[in-house]
């Protein structure tokens, strides 16, 4: 179909037999590549740094405030929403995230990530079974978030948890990542 | 009026140059008996057209923003004129080229067509079917209701597994370290921008490659694929028996794509789109992630597959069957195409239907997950309204014991079932499986006080298939 025969207009291929136009078109040829090349890199260097970028966003470690220590009943595991506090602008209710909230005596608070440990899923407290299970694939933790079944390896991740001038607070964090293999 | 219309034509014809662009195209030869089979790969094209034009469409009332992109589909949705049935046309077109990528790929496997020449037709071909189910993943992604804020937790879960990378992979796919405003806007860029267009690539790329090898004939037992005579015997062919694509091999192009067509605008207009549910608020805990239909075999492969291994399926399992799938045409591009002489080519095919098709249907099932809405059991199921039995059924409820176990079809079943478990273990067994738990179960040691430990315990023997007395005069009887 494109053969070079069937050119409407007549061509020559670069590579004749002549040692000094190869030279030059050999140069030419160069110069043409090597500015393709200049180009693409004027255009990448922002282009990838721009859409890679949010991994280097550093978000500041902030601590965010529960509620007050005495909303928090003694052996009770609740689910406390927080706004995440380095969300973007137009972020909305995307940035908003559960925490399960356990006081566990009269000074001492855990803070799960809602997040299963196998692929991320929101996991539910069973209250009078004093476990949480995860709707996707079944994982069940204990109340102090060691795996009890199911798929996940690993018990469920904390929060920094303090109390200050009688409010229970958080440090967010980013959503837990599992890397390991097995 | 027919004449000047005529030279106008010809005018135009000479300065564009489109009979000489895509005549050869459109009247090259092919064999005759290229028939019904052949028609998948254009079918997928269809529907590529298909998700192009409607989603084209789409844009134009979606906004690409993790906050306002849910208002924009329930508006489409409810409120905009032909929205309900643009989003039904996107969504049954993305269903049907995913299937219909799976039977044009079926069938060439089937037929051998990959052999030489063509082994880069299979390749390109390999290439397009990963792009496509990127563009269902991301696709379902941008319906941005609750199952897809936490689908793409589940991506970056997934891709965190990857070695070295996994964590920066991850927080690629989140936009972040979070969800949240990057989240979006970065899958609308790739499902709208980056992969249609390496898909037009790759697209333009596979016609050429059938255009410059031809389409196969129908394979034939006992004639074998020799790359050293095969072009010239295909040229003989096409030269003897061959007939013009346009029109006669390309009616059931038109015919099957325009059923297709058809049979995706009545789903969209009868079943319509998949609707849009909870909004993305990453704090409403009740969520039940689930993928659209064609990754719901992925899905389930996680939930069965042992956890040890799950890191390394997670990884290398798509890797291998990327691997595997572009090395078909170089392991075997010659010798017999005809399926019955290439039986495991059959094997192969039917195995990789049923593998998918049972994992699918676990997947409608999802066994493995606690049924949360299972309620205490009815009287009529425990047999009696009060005493230690009726309490313990209470407990099996309250303790989330019901969530897991089957009674009577009452309740989940990521456990056994335990209609008659009063049959098989003894108290001391179910005392110690209780309390110890298992591999999926966990142990009750620490949350069952010692009453309520006896009065599960008194329910569960009570589950058995005939009443004591009955199995005690059975028992006698065989004495």
Redesign the interface.
């Known amino acids: 179909m494109n053969n070079i025969a069937d050119s409407p207009l007549p061509v020559r291929s670069p590579h004749v037999d002549d040692p000094k136009a190869i030279s030059r078109r050999g140069f030419l040829e160069k110069l043409c590549l090597s500015l393709a090349g200049v180009c693409t890199a004027i255009l990448a260097v922002p282009v990838v740094g721009f859409v890679i970028a949010p991994l280097f966003r550093k978000s500041p470690r902030k601590w965010v405030t529960m509620g007050k220590i005495s909303d928090f009943a003694v052996g009770q595991t609740v689910n406390v929403t927080i706004t995440d506090p380095s969300s973007l602008p137009w972020a909305g209710i995307t940035a908003r995230s559960g925490v399960w909230l356990r006081r566990e005596t009269e000074t001492e608070f855990i803070a799960f990530s809602v997040n299963c440990t196998h692929l991320g899923c929101p996991v539910r407290w069973m209250k009078d079974a004093e476990l949480f299970m995860c709707p996707c694939h079944g994982g069940v933790f204990y109340k102090d978030g060691k795996v009890a079944a199911g798929p996940p390896q690993r018990p469920l991740p904390r929060y920094n948890v303090q109390v200050v001038n009688g409010e229970v607070q958080i440090e967010a964090a980013p959503i837990p990542i599992q890397t390991a293999l097995s | 009026m027919k004449r000047t219309l005529h030279k106008l034509w010809r005018w135009f014809d000479d300065r564009l140059g489109i009979s000489d662009l895509v005549g050869?195209s459109m009247y090259h030869l092919v064999p005759r008996d290229a028939a019904w089979w052949y028609v998948f790969g254009s079918a997928t094209t269809v529907a590529f057209i298909v998700q192009i034009v409607t989603g084209v469409a789409l844009t134009f009332s979606f906004v690409s923003?993790?906050?306002?992109a849910y208002d924009t589909l329930v508006f489409i949705s409810d409120k905009a004129p032909f929205g309900h049935f643009l989003r039904g046309l996107h969504y049954y077109g993305a269903s049907a080229m995913i299937l219909m990528i799976g039977a044009h790929m079926a069938q060439t496997f089937l037929f051998g067509a990959y052999k030489y020449p063509r082994e880069m037709n299979w390749t390109t071909g390999v290439f397009l079917l990963l792009f496509t189910l990127m563009m269902g993943f991301t696709g379902q992604l941008l319906r941005w209701d609750q199952t897809a804020?936490?689908s793409v937790?589940?991506a970056?879960?997934?891709a965190?597994?990857v070695?070295l990378i996994?964590?920066?992979l991850?927080?690629?796919i989140?936009?972040?370290?979070?969800?949240?405003?990057?989240?979006?806007s970065?899958f609308f860029a790739v499902h709208v921008f980056i992969v249609p267009a390496v898909m037009f690539v790759f697209i333009g790329l596979h016609v050429w490659l059938v255009?410059r090898h031809g389409i196969t004939a129908a394979p034939r037992a006992g004639q074998p694929v020799n790359p050293e005579t095969y072009r010239k015997e295909y040229h003989e062919l096409l030269e003897k028996d061959g007939i013009p694509f346009w029109p006669d091999g390309a009616w059931r192009d038109f015919v099957f794509g325009t059923l297709l067509i058809l049979v995706i605008a009545a789903l969209a207009l009868w079943a319509g789109p998949p609707p849009i549910e909870t909004?993305?608020?990453?704090?409403?805990?009740?969520?039940?992630?689930k993928p659209d239909w064609y990754l719901l075999w992925y899905f389930a492969l996680?939930?069965l597959i042992p956890?040890?291994?799950?890191?390394?399926v997670m990884?290398l399992g798509p890797v291998l069957v990327g691997i595997i799938l572009l090395v078909v045409p170089l392991l075997s591009n010659k010798g017999e195409r005809a399926p019955s002489r290439r039986p495991w080519s059959i094997a192969v095919v039917l195995l990789s239907v049923i593998m998918i098709g049972s994992l699918w249907i676990e997947g409608l099932r999802a066994p493995?997950?606690?049924d949360?809405e299972a309620k205490p059991l009815p009287v009529e199921v425990v047999g009696t309204g009060s005493g230690i039995v009726f309490e313990g059924s209470r407990v099996f409820a309250?303790?989330?014991?019901i969530?897991?176990h089957q009674i009577d079809g009452h309740g989940g079943q990521?456990g056994p079932e335990l209609t008659y478990v009063g049959d098989k273990l003894s108290r001391s067994d179910l005392i110690t499986r209780i309390v110890n738990?298992?591999?999926?179960?966990?142990?009750y040691a620490?949350?069952l006080k010692p009453e309520e430990m006896d009065a599960v315990v008194a329910f569960l023997q009570s589950r058995i298939r005939v009443p004591n007395d009955a199995k005690k005069a059975d028992v006698s009887a065989k004495r």
């Open positions: 050869p923003s993790s906050s306002q804020a936490w937790v589940i970056a879960e997934q965190g597994r070695p996994g964590d920066w991850a927080r690629l989140l936009g972040g370290n979070t969800i949240g405003g990057a989240t979006l970065r255009l909004p993305p608020d990453p704090s409403i805990i009740q969520a039940y992630p996680l939930a956890s040890r291994l799950e890191g390394y990884v493995w997950t606690p949360f309250a303790k989330a014991c969530n897991c990521r738990g298992g591999v999926n179960m966990p142990a620490g949350t």
